[in-house]
């Protein structure tokens, strides 16, 4: 599963809201085929935000579930896809962060 929260700062939010909508599908796809997760595990959100001007406009945040294939370094290169991918969708600079949840505590209901 991966959760993932989209924040871009509100004034440039108007200008991508488009563009970054229509990125969601094949990201969903990349995220699925990369961390061999189906369709219904994931969940996105895309909110406006304030931001302060020194920060990166667009911040992805993703938690996903550990698993053995799940290494550091492949997810770097997951969160290098990502950013690539939103990146392109709303003309800036994109920072990612990823967060590995506790399976034992995490709790779904869908």
Same mark, same amino acid.
């Given at each position: 599963m991966p959760?993932?929260?989209?924040?871009?700062?509100?004034?440039?939010?108007p200008v991508v809201r488009e563009p970054l909508?229509?990125?969601?599908g094949?990201? !969903?796809?990349?995220?699925? /085929?990369?961390?061999a997760v189906d369709v219904p595990a994931c969940q996105f959100a895309v909110m406006p935000v304030g931001a302060m001007a020194d920060l990166p406009l667009v911040n992805v945040e993703m938690a996903?579930?550990?698993r053995p294939e799940r290494? !550091?370094?492949?997810?770097? /290169?997951?969160c290098g896809l990502l950013r690539d991918m939103i990146?392109?969708?709303?003309?800036t600079h994109v920072a990612v962060r990823v967060t590995a949840l506790d399976p034992e505590t995490y709790v779904a209901l869908k």
């Amino acid at each position: 599963m991966p959760n993932v929260k989209i924040f871009v700062e509100e004034r440039l939010y108007p200008v991508v809201r488009e563009p970054l909508a229509k990125a969601l599908g094949p990201v !969903r796809e990349m995220l699925c /085929a990369e961390l061999a997760v189906d369709v219904p595990a994931c969940q996105f959100a895309v909110m406006p935000v304030g931001a302060m001007a020194d920060l990166p406009l667009v911040n992805v945040e993703m938690a996903i579930l550990p698993r053995p294939e799940r290494t !550091r370094d492949r997810v770097l /290169a997951v969160c290098g896809l990502l950013r690539d991918m939103i990146g392109s969708a709303t003309g800036t600079h994109v920072a990612v962060r990823v967060t590995a949840l506790d399976p034992e505590t995490y709790v779904a209901l869908k």
